[in-house]
């Protein structure tokens, strides 16, 4: 899917696809490596929300939402929360340590196969290793997954 | 002659810099920098391929352990014009666009000093500046693919110069990363971290600071006792000791502060700093870099100016550096304990809150103000490489501790020293106290300061406390001094002053004209004395109406 590079998730990865930026930091952001076709992983969200730490071409950068927004990635992740039925295997749990502990409970680690079996407004009904569960819409948001 | 120096564990981003400037046709060489690092990391680079491939001087270098260095200086003198440059092309079409346009361009006699190749290209790429100056703006724009053309081909440069690749694994740098950039932990850490220079500077500094204070005191009374005439004994003593002397009393602090500064920078904190903070800041329309510098302003804001030379973009240090004298300095604080004891007695430490809040709010809001009158209110960006963690060298951190807190030095030794005896001449001079010229002008600008209510021994020790802010206590006792018979000059000033106006008076020195030493590198680092003059005027209303708001309020309480 293309998202924003402001609406990435911590860990995740993609392409850059388009970007529309502004003239006065767009001579500088090439410099830096935003050009079309670049891989981004957004590394790190600072602690009010914003800026981000994105890499790319092996560093690190800092971009603020206001200048993220403007350059579209193409991510084969979402988050599961927003997955249609079928089959998908996680990329990364967005989460603390106590999360991916319930989550490995589960199966449900990085690498794996889920399958969402129904995706409801109050929870989604997904089925690993032949077992049946229930995520909430907050758990499912944090599961990071991309199609097989 | 141009060097560009290149990082070697990055070396695509740095030849995209080289590119640009190759663009300009001059004479470049490429040092490749931090090989030390790169070897570590499994890089090998090889110099006379890259060399080959870019057509100029390619120098391997490593300024932490010197490696490369004497070389770089034999091939800077020896090669003064570089042979042939490298020609990359773009695609067809761009590439009959920019012939077009740069033979356009040569055409142009007010542009002959440009080369018609690099004008084109900047055109293309919807330049601001080259569109001002050719008049010419490209029906589209190009910038995307001319920067992934340079990249497509700096791949093809680095694939047969650069061996090896960079190995991924356990990662110290993320792991610290981890915690310093952590959502709670990173917080916590910049309070402590911040908190921790505080303490040292002042720490160290104060016993440093006494041992200085009492050295000048013994100077002068040496030479006191030793100076015939009782003009030249009381210019030498009271006018450049004493004047220098309050200035000098700094110097620990603000070395402490800039080796501090210097391991923050220098191991690559700083910029993290700024990033944990930035949000706090965007709403000020400034970024978490200007926070750091306006932090240290609550030491002394001659260092918070000088520490905005890291700060990238030239419109926010601008207004960083004109907001950062109304953070209350060090050097206001002795004003505001002796006023506030004298008057307020036990409630002191709450005015002298207030007047910390008071600052805070005035530097928020100024910093709004001042991007809107000079800047149209455009919001700062913020983007910012995070450097790998270095250990911080010895060497490189007392450099950078000398060479900013040199400057300050050297205005203690010149501006410092001039204003300390121009305003001694004005004190001593035709009669020492309420006779003197400094009194005068006191008494000549009291009209001014009739709605505040200030009296001419206020105004003239304002005059005086434009030198440095701590000369306002030095100067309020003396001329209260000379009335007193009998008691101190606090006791008098108890009498003649009232509570409002001696409140409006400590705000009035919080947000009036920043001290000379202030204003001295606000010229030399915005290079223009356009700002000092902005500094002076706006600050002197802005200290006038609150100053004035405040006695009004006071004195319908």
């Given amino acids: 899917m293309v998202v924003p590079l402001s609406r990435m998730c911590e860990g995740e990865k993609g392409k ?52 993220a927004m403007w350059i579209l990635v193409e991510t ?73 | 002659m141009v060097v560009v120096i290149g990082d070697a564990i990055n070396l695509e981003r740095s030849l995209y810099l080289l590119l640009q400037v190759l663009e300009l046709r001059g004479d470049v060489v490429l040092a490749v920098n931090a090989v030390d690092e ?40 020896k090669s003064a014009r570089s042979s042939s440059h490298i020609h990359y092309l773009f ?64 791949k093809r440069v680095l694939s047969t110069s650069v061996k090896g690749k960079e190995k991924h694994g356990w990662d110290l740098s993320e792991a610290i990363d981890h915690v310093i950039t952590h959502r709670v932990l990173g917080i916590f850490v910049f309070l402590s971290v911040i908190y921790i220079v505080f303490q040292l500077t002042f720490t160290i500094s104060g016993p440093l600071s006494l041992l200085i204070e009492s050295g000048l005191e013994s100077l002068g009374s040496f030479l006191g006792n030793s100076i015939g005439p009782d003009w030249l004994r009381s210019l030498v003593v009271d006018g450049i000791i004493g004047g220098v ?18 391991v923050l920078e220098e191991s690559g904190y700083l910029p993290r700093a700024a990033f944990v ?30 520490s905005t030379r890291s700060i990238s973009e030239p419109k926010e240090r601008i207004v960083t550096i004109l907001v950062s004298p109304f953070i209350s300095c060090s050097a206001r604080l002795p004003v505001f304990l002796l006023i506030a ?49 270095r250990k911080p060298r010895v060497s490189s951190i007392m450099f950078y501790t000398w060479n900013k807190g040199r400057h300050f030095l050297e205005k203690a030794g010149t501006i410092i020293l001039g204003a300390s005896v121009v305003i001694w001449m004005l004190s001593y001079f035709p009669a020492e106290g309420s006779q003197s010229y400094a009194a005068m002008i006191g008494r000549a600008l009291e009209p001014l300061f009739i709605p505040l209510g200030f009296s001419w021994e206020m105004i003239s020790s304002l005059v005086f406390g434009v030198a440095a802010k701590e000369v306002i206590v030095s100067s309020l006792t003396t001329f209260y001094g000379n ?57 002197l209303a802005v200290a006038y109406s609150v100053a004035l708001a405040v006695r009004v309020i006071g004195g319908l309480l």
């Fill in chain 1, 76 to 148: 084969s992740s979402i988050p599961l929360s927003s997955a249609q039925p079928g089959e998908y295997l996680v990329s990364l749990i967005n989460g603390g340590w106590g999360l991916k502990e319930r989550m490995r409970q589960y199966s449900i680690q990085e690498g794996a196969t889920v399958k969402v079996v129904e995706n409801s407004i109050r929870r989604i009904e997904v089925e690993v290793h032949g077992k049946t569960l229930f995520l909430s819409r907050g758990q499912a948001f944090r599961v990071i997954v991309r199609e097989r």
């Fill in chain 2, 38 to 77: 790169a070897r570590k990391a499994g890089l090998e680079i090889d110099k006379n391929e890259l060399g080959k491939q870019l057509g100029i001087p390619v120098v391997i270098t490593s300024a932490a352990t010197g490696e490369g260095i004497e070389e770089l200086k034999e091939v800077l003198v």
């Fill in chain 1, 16 to 67: 850059i696809s388009r970007l529309e930026l502004p003239v006065e930091v767009r001579e500088r952001l090439c410099g830096l490596g935003f050009v079309n076709g670049e891989e981004v992983e957004l590394v790190k969200i600072a602690p009010f929300g914003d800026p981000k730490v994105f890499r790319i071409k092996g560093t690190n950068v800092t971009l603020r939402n206001d200048i």
């Fill in chain 2, 277 to 306: 903070i930035d949000r706090l800041m965007y709403s000020m329309k400034l970024s978490g870099r200007s926070f750091i510098s306006m932090l240290l302003g609550f030491g002394c804001n001659v260092s918070s100016i000088m």
């Fill in chain 2, 483 to 539: 009335y007193a018979v009998m008691g101190s000059a606090m006791e008098v000033m108890r009498v003649a002053i009232s509570p409002a106006t001696a409140f409006s008076f400590l705000v009035f020195v919080l947000l009036y004209v920043p001290c000379l030493p202030t204003l001295a590198v606000t010229k030399n680092e915005t290079g223009s004395y356009r700002y000092v003059f902005f500094s002076v005027i706006y600050s």
């Fill in chain 2, 91 to 154: 695609s067809e079409e761009i590439e009959e666009k920019i012939e077009a346009l740069a033979g356009r361009f040569r055409l142009v006699p007010a542009l002959s000093e440009f080369d018609g190749r690099w004008l084109a290209i900047k055109s293309l790429e919807h330049d601001n500046g080259v569109e001002k100056l050719t008049g010419f703006k490209a029906e589209k724009d190009f910038s995307s693919e001319l920067a992934e053309t340079r990249y497509r081909y700096i």
């Fill in chain 2, 245 to 262: 002397g309050a200035i000098l009393v700094f110097v620990p602090n603000i070395f402490i502060l800039f080796m501090a500064l210097g």
């Fill in chain 2, 341 to 389: 004891g004298t008057f307020f007695g036990t409630k002191g430490g709450v005015v002298v809150f207030f007047l910390y809040l008071l600052s805070i709010v005035v530097t928020v809001l100024s910093a709004l103000i001042i991007n809107r009158l000079l800047f149209k209110g455009e919001p700062s960006t913020m983007i910012m490489e995070l450097p790998r963690y």
